[in-house]
């Protein structure tokens, strides 16, 4: 049974710091996708980014980028990310979410979604 289980939400002051931490568990496989999601009440659920674990190639959304980073620990079977000069605007449930095949990071054609963690970014 493949589990997905996202930690490290929390309060956290405008312009702090935050790093969440995913861990998957239950299969194998040759390549992996992992993507990082974000969804607010009443909104879609959007991309954040993502990471081919092949390559350790990442992709993020232009909200986001150059402030989050996405990495990955092959021997833990983990991805984290990294979220530096929060703003109000990324509050919100983040989700992790694994694919076992190479898909478009930032789609969300993902197989395996874990349960959320909140992330509130006080002003």
């Known amino acids: 049974q493949v589990q997905v289980v996202e930690s490290g939400g929390g309060l956290v002051q405008a312009g702090t710091s935050l790093r969440l931490s995913c861990a998957f568990s239950?299969?194998?496989?040759?390549?992996?996708?992992m993507g990082w999601f974000r969804q607010t009440p009443g909104k879609e659920r959007e991309s954040v980014g993502g990471?081919?674990?092949?390559?350790?190639?990442?992709y993020y959304a232009d909200s986001v980028k150059g402030r989050f980073t996405i990495s990955r620990d092959n021997r833990k079977n983990m991805v984290y990310l990294q979220m530096n000069s929060l703003a109000s605007e990324d509050t919100a449930v983040y989700y992790c979410?694994?694919?076992?095949?190479?898909?478009?990071?930032?789609?969300?054609?993902?197989?395996?979604w874990g349960q959320g963690t909140q992330v509130t970014v006080s002003s």
């Open positions: 990471i081919k674990w092949s390559d350790g190639s990442t």
């Open positions: 239950g299969r194998t496989a040759s390549r992996y996708t």
């Open positions: 979410a694994v694919a076992f095949r190479h898909i478009d990071p930032t789609s969300h054609g993902y197989d395996y």
